[in-house]
């Protein structure tokens, strides 16, 4: 996480926490799957770069409660196709191309950004292949 994010009532803000809303924090993960955790939420640019076939999975509200507006990016490094998907499909709803409900996938330098709009809702707009 971003040091100095979140910031709560009180905190002082300095110079260093203005600088640091412009950084991302880097989050690499190589293995096969990866499930956002509360962590990927501040200023986080997750960089999958597994060469396999590789997936993200997003949370329900009930095991990791996103703030609606929250926006994860991710960049597919890797040479394998990254899908992007719900951990329960039936609770958490992504859409991609449209209306309908989807599990888009990026390829090998593509990035997308996966953002809450509503409670176990998110939209994934970027490079979706």
């Known amino acids: 996480m971003a040091t100095g994010m979140p910031v709560s009532t009180g905190d002082v803000l300095t110079a260093q926490i203005f600088n640091e809303l412009v950084q991302f924090t880097i989050n690499t993960q190589s293995g096969a799957t990866y499930t956002l955790a ?5 200023q986080v640019l997750i ?5 396999s076939t590789k997936t993200v999975s ?3 509200d009930a095991t990791t409660n996103f703030g609606i507006g929250t926006a994860v990016t991710i960049i597919n490094t890797g040479a ?15 859409t991609s191309a449209g209306a309908t409900s989807a599990s888009p ?23 979706i292949a």
């Open 80 to 94: 394998g196709l990254l899908t992007i998907n719900a951990v329960t499909p039936g609770t958490t709803t992504i």
């Open 38 to 42: 509360a962590s990927d939420q501040y």
């Open 105 to 127: 996938t990026l390829t090998q330098h593509k990035a997308a950004t996966c953002i809450k709009t509503a409670a176990n809702t998110w939209r994934v707009v970027g490079a």
């Open 58 to 60: 997003i949370p329900t």
């Open 47 to 51: 960089l999958t770069s597994n060469a």
